[in-house]
């Protein structure tokens, strides 16, 4: 009886895949671990950095706290950490790209590779329009609002939570034209609609703005209109990169 060889080269291709997988795998962590041994000995300094735009809105006297004994060597080193990944995540998306892309046709390549670029690119914008322009506003309002005889003093640990999630709420919302392309590219949208559906789109940055920003409106307007603007920068996107299905195709 024949031995069933197109199975054993299927296993044998799967085997290969995953040990490929893993080498990549094994390549970005040792990235991520070797950049995070670097910043370690600066994990103070960086929480110093990013605690500034709360700490310069401050009244007199008051500062930062931390409310748990280990807090104050933890929270650094989980900066650290969030930072080490930060940095490393060109590597670990070039791992991620020289994974997958022997197995992408030409002009899946050809798209694939500008919007991985403007990922990474519009996801790092949105973290520093965060940091410089919106945490600053934000916290000018919280600090305002303050009740009289209530003192400001935050834990150092949730404010690392807070901005974390700041960051990654703008990074991913920064990612718009990114995801309007994807959309054309597999065929629900197109230009026309993309156009058309503006008025949608406006109302939908605000929602998402009012949602994910301080209770302040201008933080609001400050993610809801690069939103807009980025949203309009996806249409042009769109008719760059993505040809028009012929019709009947």
């Known amino acids: 009886m024949a031995t069933p060889e197109p199975d054993i080269d299927l296993q044998q291709g799967l085997f290969s895949h995953l040990l490929e997988l893993r080498t990549r795998l094994l390549k970005a962590c040792a990235t991520v671990l070797l950049v995070l041994l670097v910043l370690v000995p600066f994990a103070n300094r960086l929480y110093t950095e990013l605690a500034a735009p709360l700490v310069a809105r401050l009244p007199q006297g008051a500062h930062l706290i931390a409310t748990e004994v280990a807090s104050p060597f933890v929270t650094p080193l989980k900066l650290a950490f969030y930072a080490a990944l930060f940095i490393s ?18 002009h899946e390549k050809r798209l694939a590779r500008p ?25 000018r309002f919280l600090t305002a609002v303050t009740p009289q005889g209530v003192e400001m003093m935050t834990d150092i640990t949730h404010y690392l939570d807070f901005v974390m999630l700041m960051f990654f709420a703008f990074g991913l919302c920064f990612e718009v034209p990114v995801a309007v392309v994807v959309l054309a590219a597999v065929g629900i949208v197109d230009v026309d609609k993309l156009r058309s559906g503006r008025r949608y789109a406006i109302v939908g940055a ?33 008719r ?9 195709s």
């Open 206 to 238: 605000f929602a998402v703005a009012a949602f994910i920003t301080p209770p302040d409106i201008t933080s609001m307007i400050m993610l809801a209109v690069p939103m807009c603007l980025l949203y309009e920068l996806g249409v042009l996107a769109v």
């Open 240 to 248: 760059w990169l993505v040809k028009p299905t012929p019709a009947g």
């Open 89 to 106: 995540m060109p590597m670990i998306l070039y791992q991620l790209w020289a994974f997958v892309s022997p197995g992408l046709y030409k």
């Open 115 to 139: 919007l991985l670029a403007a990922a990474l690119v519009l996801f790092y914008v949105g973290c520093a329009f965060a940091y410089f322009l919106v945490l600053p506003a934000a916290f």
